[in-house]
């Protein structure tokens, strides 16, 4: 009220029952001319697109579009020099799709060619559509569709090659600090400190008890 008292204008009211939406007839009627404009508009807007338009009676059809990958045909182009992978074709674990890619658990599987890895990891590590993650976020990204002998590590080294990585980001751990000696003990046998000096014993998977 206090805005609105500056102002010179005279309250009307309406009931209800009059105040209605406007009716189809009311509104404003485009000319024939104007219409064919306006498809005439939104057909260059989709050719724009690289589509294939046919106006048929109604409307339009919008053919199908076909999205293909550069780098997946060259993995496959570069899947049968690879002599290693062509001898893991027979292994239960490795199939072919339709096109000929050589898959692992339904993952292709990446030939070992310097070039072909660089591209495959700096695409999701360095491109507009990601955030340079760390080694552990962009393995478990790749593994979903990709695999290569030793994935793991060289995605590790790749990722601790990164200049970007090494300048902005650090780890997020406490210092471990000063190590402080222990008590010396009053009598005999009140501490008890043990050192491992030889090796662990090894269980089924070859790896040591902490390793």
Not at 75 to 84: E, N, R, S, Y
Not at 157 to 180: N, P, T
Request: aromatic letters at 10%.
């Amino acid at each position: 009220m206090e805005y609105l008292k500056d102002f010179d204008f005279d309250l009307k009211y309406h009931p209800g029952k009059a105040n209605v939406v406007a009716d189809a007839s009311s509104h404003k009627a485009l000319s024939q001319a104007e219409v064919k404009m306006h498809t005439t508009k939104l057909y260059e807007k989709v050719r724009d697109l690289n589509l294939q338009v046919t106006e048929v009676d109604g409307g339009i059809w919008l053919h199908k579009l076909d999205v293909s990958c550069e780098l997946w045909s060259r993995i496959v182009q570069a899947q049968g020099a690879d002599l290693d992978l062509q001898k893991r074709i027979g292994y239960p674990e490795f199939s072919t799709a339709s096109d000929g890619a050589v898959l692992f658990e339904g993952r292709v599987c990446v030939p070992n060619d310097p070039k072909l890895k660089k591209l495959n990891l700096e695409e999701p590590h360095k491109s507009g559509f990601s955030i340079h993650p760390g080694a552990t976020k962009m393995y478990q990204d790749l593994k979903r569709d990709y695999w290569w002998p030793g994935m793991k590590v060289e995605i590790a080294e790749f990722v601790a090659r990164c200049i970007i990585c090494q300048q902005v980001k650090i780890e997020h751990q406490r210092s471990a600090g000063f190590l402080e000696p222990l008590e010396i003990p009053q009598w005999k046998w009140e501490q008890i400190a043990m050192d491992f000096v030889g090796g662990l014993p090894h269980n089924k998977k070859g790896m040591t008890r902490f390793g």
